[in-house]
């Protein structure tokens, strides 16, 4: 609870430092505050209470996800400053913007009452169809803003209607005693049905098969950093809330509702990297990629008893690759109005270190050994087979193979073509996000028992 209050204190004081003119202090002031809530976080892990009648409840998986939100939030402040050095009157705008959306994701991840869920939704939703939207005289981002307004706003009425039917069957917003009816009484018809729509919303939020259709375009057309928020922190923040969902509301994983999750997730793996395979944006490319991510992420249900630690690992890992390959990206495409694979020819001689931080970031998630994207991989193949699933075990390795297809398409791009532009100075933000984001990821790979050992 603390955490939250502090994260919009924050917030305020953003807007605050704009007020007084202070805009030279913001990034870093504001890194330092996130690291100090950081530090409240962590001294918090291990807490169990609850506030507000269990409107908020901590506990070590809500502490364990609300870090590492804080921890990409850090780096997205990071980036902020040089991506918005054109704009610098609504840099307070947007950094408040993004703490804004943090506070949303750890109400996401923190709620004991439905209401408080759909509160953390829509603070973390609006947030980011703001930050699509934000390059006005973009009419590509205007289109990603309509586009996610839309659909997100769908998305939204689906899981509103999904509460309402499962208030109307047990008579409660308060998961706990919902879960405590769902395990002692005749259910209503209306409590699987209402399960079933919020879990349809959230699969919309995370970009799964067949609720994908917004994503490419979206990615696409945002602003790069915006693009980067939504592929790492709202991706995992929404799977995270889906499996909170469904654990704490005791929603009795069936063999049938095992199915149809197998069955989107070997539909999200599949799709995703064949589509990607087909792609030239790189941003569009990353977009498919996080479709077919989504997938991997949702095989945790399948052994929702004791799969938390390795979703918190598999979320770390896919994430903190995302920031470095979106540092990377933000820094060879400014000033370009696309993100083709062409911007990236001959990087590996005209500026080496980004290119083995790209590289690293794009095996990472293909699944190649050294970095935390492998041994995430491993960990949940391992708990996936032993949960009786070793049809779909095969699907998410044959799609792990695919995957090295088109990461390698880029990085071929950066070693074996010549460069066909001069690049200026990279400025040293961009570098420390780049540089430690992937010492963490490769830390990760090193000691994965770390993180798993947070919620083991």
Request: contains cysteine.
């Amino acid at each position: 609870m603390n955490t939250l209050i502090a994260i919009i204190g924050l917030g305020v004081l953003c807007l605050l430092f704009e007020i007084l003119n202070w805009r030279k202090a913001l990034v870093p002031v504001t890194i330092l505050g996130l690291l100090a809530i950081l530090g409240l976080t962590a001294s918090e892990f291990g807490l169990e209470a609850s506030y507000y009648n269990n409107m908020i409840v901590v506990n070590k998986f809500a502490s364990a996800f609300s870090g590492l939100f804080i921890i990409l939030t850090i780096f997205l402040v990071a980036l902020s400053h040089n991506f918005y050095q054109n704009q610098p009157t609504k840099l307070s705008d947007f950094i408040a913007i993004k703490i804004f959306l943090l506070s949303g994701a750890v109400a996401m991840v923190s709620f004991g009452n439905l209401a408080m869920f759909f509160l953390g939704i829509e603070v973390l939703s609006i947030a980011l169809y703001i930050l699509a939207a934000s390059s006005r005289l973009n009419l590509k981002s205007n289109e990603a803003g309509m586009k996610y307004f839309l659909m997100g706003s769908f998305a939204s009425g689906i899981i509103l209607f999904g509460i309402c039917l499962i208030y109307g069957a047990m008579g409660s917003f308060d998961v706990i005693e919902i879960s405590e009816l769902s395990s002692s009484a005749e259910l209503p018809v209306w409590f699987p049905i209402g399960i079933i729509l919020v879990t349809i919303g959230m699969l919309f939020k995370i970009a799964a098969v067949p609720f994908h259709f917004w994503a490419p375009d979206v990615y696409e057309g945002a602003p790069s950093l915006t693009t980067a928020t939504m592929s790492t922190l709202a991706k995992v923040v929404a799977m995270a809330t889906l499996y909170k969902l469904l654990t704490v509301l005791n929603a009795d994983i069936s063999p049938a509702f095992q199915m149809i999750v197998v069955v989107i997730s070997i539909a999200s793996m599949t799709v995703g990297n064949i589509m990607a395979l087909r792609q030239s944006n790189v941003k569009r490319m990353l977009a498919f990629s996080g479709i077919s991510h989504a997938g991997f992420m949702l095989m945790t249900l399948l052994s929702a008893s004791i799969a938390a630690s390795s979703l918190l690992y598999y979320a770390a890992a896919y994430a903190l690759a995302g920031i470095a390959a979106f540092s990377v990206i933000i820094y060879v495409c400014r000033n370009r109005d696309n993100e083709d694979i062409t911007n990236f020819h001959g990087l590996g001689k005209t500026n080496p270190l980004l290119a083995a931080i790209l590289t690293g970031a794009l095996l990472s998630m293909a699944g190649i050994p050294i970095f935390s994207g492998f041994f995430a991989k491993l960990i949940l193949f391992n708990q996936v087979i032993q949960a009786g699933h070793l049809l779909l075990v095969i699907a998410a390795v044959i799609n792990s193979i695919i995957s090295v297809g088109y990461y390698f398409k880029l990085i071929l791009a950066m070693y074996t073509k010549e460069p066909n532009q001069e690049r200026s100075g990279t400025p040293v933000l961009i570098y420390a996000v780049a540089v430690v984001s992937m010492l963490l990821n490769i830390a990760m790979g090193l000691y994965p028992s770390f993180v798993l050992d947070l919620l083991g």
